[in-house]
Every structure is written in structure tokens, then in C-alpha cells.
């Protein structure tokens, strides 16, 4: 599975994912997802809490209709999709409906106030371990690139603002030099070096009113901001795809 399954929580504490990342994970047109969904609208009370309209933008910059479904709609709607690739889809959709709950719940639990000298003790160890835990962690699952640690976000990619700050430039003017190597069209990456995993394209959300609408924006990955540092590094060369043919690291 290539495709990064989003779920994204909201005010009222639900959570939601798209029609069109569903499209994207499942591998079908976004206008049979579409099709498919609104073949199941008929029960208002079920549809109006775990369902709602959206506007995006495609990838040539039109606005289009969408939908975000909850856990619940979601459910209802794989239910029509079969077969083992579907099933496997399924899986993963479940689980990170799961793991987006246990991380929720995680950063909203109370924070237990010590009455007594020995509970501020307690608490104060128990901090201590879980930093020591955690530093552990890090530790282990530290690339042995640096650069791969360092622009690692939530969601494995970073911002291309971002990492013009970091390679010491501005926004604009990477996205000029990515256009000027064949990298980018417009403000997106041509998919082949999405398909070689330099870049994602990640859906951006915003509320209009009452209706929620998305746009499309890169998102780099780290083996992405490792490529353009080389890219960057070679300045006489303007094709891309010489870069590639040389090893990540010496």
C-alpha cells in the first residue's frame, strides 16, 4: 500500500476521513467513490453526524466535490468493497481509526496534582523514566542519516516552506529551482517522483462557512529533502534524473 491513509479528528471529537483519500487508497476514480457513497444517503438521522460535503482542489486547480465520512460511515460504505486487496484496506483504515483514538485519548487525559511530598516524588521518577523511555526509543529508531531525522513530521513529510528555511532559501524561489529541473509542475511534484517516494501530495483542509473545503500541497519526505539537497548541490546540472542515478550517501 502506497497511499497514506488520513484521518483527521475534529472539534466535536470525531473523526473523520475523505472520499477522495479513499479513492486513493482503495485505487478507484474519486467520481466511483462518489457514485458509491451517494447511493447510500437515505437515513438522515444516521447521515447528518457522520457525514458532510467538502470542496478540493484537484491537481489542476479546479474546485471539486468531496465528501468526510466517520468511522461509522466509512464502515458502511467498505462494506461494498470485496475482495483480498479490499479486505487489506480495510485493515489498515480500522487500525488507524484505532491508533487515532488511543493517541487522542493519550493527550487528553487528566494530569494527576501529588497532595503529598511522597506522590511529588513518585510523579517526578515516574517522569524521569518515561523521558529515559523515550530517549531510548528515538534512539533506536534513529535513521542512520541525520537528515532523514530531522524533517520527520507526523506524518513522515515536511512542508516545502519549511525545508527552503532549513536548505537556507525561500519558498518561492525552491519552488522556481524544483520547476527549472523537471521537479515540480505548477506547485506540485510530477508523480513519478511522488512514485519514488521524494514527495507526497497531502491534503490541506480548511473551514468556508459551513462547508469544509481542501487544496493539494507537497509535502516532502525526508528521502525527498535528502534529493534536493543534492540536487542543489550540483547547480550546473538541470536534469533531475541525473542526480538519481548517484547513491543517497557516500
Keep these: 500500500m502506497t497511499a497514506l491513509i488520513t484521518i483527521t479528528p475534529r472539534e ?15 485505487g478507484k476514480e474519486h467520481k466511483h467513490v462518489l457514485r458509491d457513497i451517494e447511493s447510500l444517503l437515505w437515513d438522515p438521522e444516521f447521515d447528518a453526524p457522520n457525514f458532510g460535503l467538502i470542496e478540493y482542489q484537484d491537481s ?22 470485496t475482495g483480498e ?29 501529588p497532595t503529598t511530598m ?16 523515550a530517549l531510548l526509543l528515538a534512539e533506536s529508531r534513529r535513521p542512520k542519516a541525520e537528515a532523514y531525522d530531522r524533517y520527520m513530521s507526523a506524518n513522515g ?9 532549513s ?15 523537471g521537479v515540480f509542475k505548477g506547485r506540485l511534484p510530477k508523480q513519478k517522483y511522488i512514485d519514488r517516494g521524494y514527495f507526497r501530495v497531502v491534503q490541506t483542509e480548511y473551514r468556508h462557512g459551513d462547508i469544509f473545503r481542501q487544496y ?10 535528502e534529493f534536493i539537497r543534492r540536487l542543489m548541490d550540483k547547480p550546473s546540472i538541470v536534469d533531475a ?4 542515478s548517484e547513491p543517497l550517501f557516500a
Design 12 to 26: 466535536d471529537g470525531q473523526l473523520w476521513t475523505t472520499s477522495m483519500n479513499i479513492a486513493e487508497v482503495f
Design 216 to 225: 493539494s500541497q507537497a509535502g516532502i519526505t525526508p528521502k525527498g529533502v
Design 85 to 113: 486487496r479490499a479486505m487489506q484496506f480495510k485493515k489498515a483504515y480500522i487500525k488507524e481509526f484505532r491508533r487515532m483514538r488511543e493517541y487522542i485519548a493519550e493527550q487528553t487525559q487528566p494530569i494527576a496534582v
Design 60 to 81: 489542476r486547480g479546479r474546485s471539486q466535490r468531496g465528501y468526510r465520512l466517520t468511522e461509522d460511515w466509512f464502515t458502511l460504505l467498505a462494506m461494498g468493497y
Design 157 to 165: 513529510t515536511e512542508s516545502v516552506a519549511n525545508v527552503a528555511k
Design 241 to 244: 534524473e541525473i542526480i538519481e
Design 118 to 133: 511522597k506522590e511529588a516524588l513518585m510523579l517526578a521518577l515516574k517522569s524521569e523514566e518515561e523521558k529515559e523511555r
Design 167 to 181: 536548505l537556507g532559501t525561500g519558498q518561492n524561489r525552491l519552488f522556481n529551482f524544483l520547476r527549472s529541473r
